[in-house]
């Protein structure tokens, strides 16, 4: 099935600091969906794309999906302490399921 | 949206027992999912639950190993059995509304 590659990893940035994760494909993609997991919680949606080329803001995050429908990028500004945790990117629903990247956790330095 | 409960929430056991997770829901739902995340990695699903009938398994994942139960629309049950210690994670209860996953908080599992 489809999968998807999130970069990076990791993330260790100061407070007040951008901070951007990426989630690519070798595929075309039906639409992306990203997820934000606090520290000892479970995964919360945050938002889905579906429309080449669509950008969408929540407050200090912005998310974009690529023209061609292969990439997202999750992009926060001017980090907080409560920006903390692991964001994922997620395929799907597909017939109820969600095929999960990676993930990249970020920790946030007040 | 949905409201999601599971018990028990952590939970240390010996290899070799069983431990039945349970999962409840706020409204009726079709399909159950549950979900594995062991430490530090993503989510992997292990199997779908419907109501009436057999869990659906994704590959690497066993009905003898993690049997499932789906009495009702509401309700539903993941038994991690004959437990190891590789089998160490985090057990999530899902459902989707709208397009969107719900989960519910988590039973940590640590099996020494």
């Known amino acids: 099935g489809q999968q998807v590659m999130q970069i990076p990893q990791y993330q260790h940035v100061q407070e007040g600091e951008d901070f951007t994760t990426y989630c690519n494909s070798s595929?075309?993609?039906?639409?992306i969906q990203w997820y934000k997991q606090r520290p000892g919680g479970h995964p919360v949606f945050l938002i889905q794309?579906?429309?080449?080329?669509e950008v969408k803001k929540q407050k200090r995050l912005t998310f974009q999906f690529g023209e061609a429908k292969k990439n997202s990028s999750l992009h926060i500004t001017a980090t907080q302490t409560t920006d903390v945790g692991t964001y994922f990117c997620a395929l799907g629903p597909n017939a109820g399921k969600s095929t999960f990247g990676d993930g990249t956790t970020l920790t946030v330095k007040p | 949206s949905a409201v999601i409960s599971q018990k028990p929430s952590r939970d240390i056991c010996q290899r070799g027992t069983s431990l039945t997770i349970q999962c409840q829901v706020d409204s009726q739902v079709t399909m159950m999912f549950w979900y594995r995340q062991q430490p530090g990695q993503s989510l992997t699903l292990i199997a779908t639950a419907n109501q009436g009938s057999e869990a659906t398994y994704e590959s690497g994942f066993v009905i003898d190993k993690f049997p499932i139960s789906r009495p009702n629309l509401t309700f539903s049950t993941l038994t991690v059995s004959n437990m190891s210690p590789e089998d160490s994670s985090i057990y999530l209860c899902s459902v989707e509304n709208n397009s969107e996953q719900y989960f519910g908080p988590g039973t940590r599992l640590t099996v020494t």
């Open positions: 794309l579906v429309k080449s080329g």
């Open positions: 595929t075309t993609l039906s639409n």
